[in-house]
């Protein structure tokens, strides 16, 4: 039967072991490590690099498909059927398919990642815009207080005046994009 082996190929396209992660629950703090879940630790030592999650703590290494494997103690065959249904994937390991079929198939998989990349780098971009718009807020707000006359007669420090000028901008955009 090489509809195992098919099947694999194009879930591995599919499913990267960060969408994986994600998915299943891991939880990575700043730096990029998180949790293992198969080794029972306090300090998180599992992080993904090119694409293969590894654990410094047990020493697991492995792809999607060997994560859900081993995550729920299962067969490849059923951890494959597994991101097939929680991914809702394009994908069918009883059929094969013709060879046009399936060549169709890897042509819808390679869309729907690159829909999908397309929707996580607008998504970063969003997110990038709105933590810069939260960062210029806090600075004009900052600017505002620390740079402000402290009598008429003072001179109006460069800083006082564009926060005063973009404060209200910053405001909004940081409120709009929340
Ligand atoms: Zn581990």
């Not at 081993?70 to 059923?78: A, C, F, I, M, T």
Request: proline share 4%; glycine share 6%; hydrophobic share 35%.
């Amino acid at each position: 039967m090489g509809t195992l082996y098919e099947a694999v190929a194009a879930v591995r396209d599919l499913v990267s072991m960060e969408e994986a992660a994600a998915y299943y629950g891991l939880q990575f703090n700043r730096a990029g490590f998180a949790v293992c879940p198969f080794h029972s630790e306090k300090t998180a030592s599992f992080k993904i690099h090119k694409g293969r999650g590894h654990c410094f703590g047990c020493g697991w290494h492995g792809d999607a498909i060997d994560f859900v494997e081993r995550l729920y103690n299962v067969s490849r065959d059923e951890a494959v059927r597994t991101l097939i249904r929680d991914f809702n994937l394009p994908v069918s390991l009883e059929d094969p398919g013709t060879i046009r079929q399936r060549q169709e198939m890897y042509q819808r998989a390679a869309a729907l990642r690159a829909e999908r990349e397309r929707q996580r780098r607008e998504e970063q971009e969003r997110l990038d815009a709105y933590h810069a718009a939260l960062d210029r807020f806090a600075l004009y707000d900052r600017w505002k207080r620390d740079y402000a006359p402290q009598s008429p007669e003072d001179p109006i420090d460069p800083r006082y005046a564009e926060a005063c000028k973009y404060l209200e901008a910053a405001r909004a955009v940081s409120i709009e994009r929340g």
